[in-house]
């Protein structure tokens, strides 16, 4: 068997680790399921195997394996002094990997159904149709508080971007890349 058949770190053990850390970052309460209870996990590996391949797993799953994770057993205590652990010996993973699993919270659809169900518009794709909002009114929103200020519409300019050559420069963020 060659090893990259010999992976003991990636599939059922990973997604169970995966899944006990997402359950400690987005537990549920009430009509909120838990992270892992909406598959949670499932596209924060995807992100990190688009991330950071196959070895990016790997490590998770080691990280994750130093914490004890899938926690099986562990009083609540325990569990959340085994995350504090990852994000105090690892905060730049620990920070990418919550905000992966905030971002595929709330971007599942059976949470963006709960947020807009309770009256507050919430949509799955809001570039498509944006959100309904009242035009502005000076009289009313202008800001008070002296920081800032607000330029009319008509009085806007272009730019010249043209010196930004950003028909060559690369540009790298979440995985765009120009």
């Known amino acids: 068997m060659s090893d990259s058949n010999n992976r003991t770190g990636i599939g059922p053990q990973l997604s169970a680790a995966l899944a006990a850390l997402v359950d400690e970052l987005l537990p549920g309460k009430g009509d909120w399921p838990s992270g892992a209870t909406l598959g949670v996990q499932h596209p924060v590996m995807e992100r ?3 991330h950071g391949g196959e070895a990016a797993l790997d490590e998770l799953a080691a990280a994750l394996a130093r914490i004890g994770a899938p926690f099986e057993g562990l009083e609540v205590d325990a569990r959340v002094a085994a995350v504090r652990r990852l994000e105090a010996e690892e905060p730049a993973r620990f920070r990418w990997l919550r905000n992966a699993a905030y971002q595929a919270y709330y971007e ?3 949470i963006v159904t709960l947020i807009d169900g309770r009256g507050t518009p919430y949509r799955l794709r809001p570039h498509v149709r944006g959100y309904e909002l009242p035009a502005f009114d000076p009289a009313t929103q202008t800001p008070t508080h002296g920081r800032g200020h607000w330029i009319r519409t008509a009085d806007v300019r272009s730019v010249d971007t043209s010196g930004l050559n ?8 979440w995985g765009l890349q120009r």
Do not use: D
């Open 108 to 110: 599942n659809p059976a």
């Open 166 to 173: 950003l028909e060559t420069e690369i540009t790298t963020k």
């Open 48 to 50: 990190i195997a688009m």
